[in-house]
């Protein structure tokens, strides 16, 4: 059953965004069409609600976008006023970690977040889907960290997961020149886990959730904490952290577990 999930602070008519629950799957629509789902404080607020309140039981997150973009990134019109004012406040730091955590819960641990993107992801709208651990992209997908343009940084987590992906030389291209990255590339260099005609996206993304839920949560649980930490461990340390999330899972599945 498909439930709709509201809260006070993740309001269904905000006409920012769009939060349904079904089953152990929530959809994350950003429903801005009219402006290429672009981005405001307002939607952040609502992202950084919805995760929080997130029920315990929901093992996949997917992300999508109404129209014919993924989102144009951050609405500069409806942010101006706030921009001047965020250098000089001070909380100013804070207001910007508020709104990382719009991002942040979409690398929880516990979650498979899947981003199904089309049209444009620019900037914020790059960087959400950088959020999630998988991008099911349509042919005409145009990725671009566009912030350089506005004489800016990204700076809602994005910069690490792209290095992670496209590696250092490549991230730093990207982010300094703002270039536009489509579809064949974002295959080849791994933005894009697969591409599919546009036609196709949600039934693709929906495919993908489908196939994660079919494994053991608490096996996928291990394995994405495995493959998260391993860039930082040597050789050694991870294959101890493998030994223990191997007995972990051997102790569960024996009954012998927590």
Not at 174 to 194: D, K, P, S, W, Y
């Amino acid at each position: 059953m498909n439930t709709e999930l509201s809260s006070a602070s993740a309001d269904p008519d905000s006409g920012e965004a769009r939060f349904d629950l079904d089953g152990p799957v929530a959809t994350v629509t950003l429903c801005r069409p009219q402006v290429l789902n672009a981005q405001t404080p307002k939607l952040w607020a609502d992202l950084r609600d919805f995760g929080r309140n997130l029920p315990g039981d929901v093992r996949v997150v997917v992300v999508r976008g109404e129209g014919r973009a993924f989102s144009a990134g951050l609405d500069t019109k409806a942010a101006a006023a706030n921009l001047g004012a965020l250098a000089t406040a001070p909380d100013g730091d804070a207001q910007i970690a508020s709104f990382q955590e719009a991002f942040a819960w979409l690398r929880r641990p516990s979650l498979i977040s899947i981003a199904a993107v089309q049209g444009h992801a620019i900037g914020a709208g790059f960087q959400i889907a950088l959020a999630c651990d998988f991008r099911v992209a349509a042919e005409d997908v145009s990725f671009s960290m566009a912030e350089i343009k506005l004489g800016l940084v990204p700076d809602l987590g994005g910069t690490k997961r792209l290095v992670e992906l496209v590696g250092y030389a490549k991230a730093l291209e990207l982010c300094v020149t703002g270039r536009r990255v489509l579809a064949a590339e974002a295959a080849q260099i791994g933005l894009a886990n697969v591409v599919v005609p546009r036609a196709e996206l949600d039934d693709a993304a929906k495919d993908l959730a489908a196939a994660v839920l079919e494994g053991s949560r608490d096996a996928v649980i291990e394995i994405k904490a495995l493959l998260a930490a391993a860039a930082g461990r040597t050789f050694a340390e991870q294959e101890a952290a493998e030994r223990a999330a191997q007995l972990r899972r051997i102790a569960d599945l024996s009954g012998l577990g927590d």
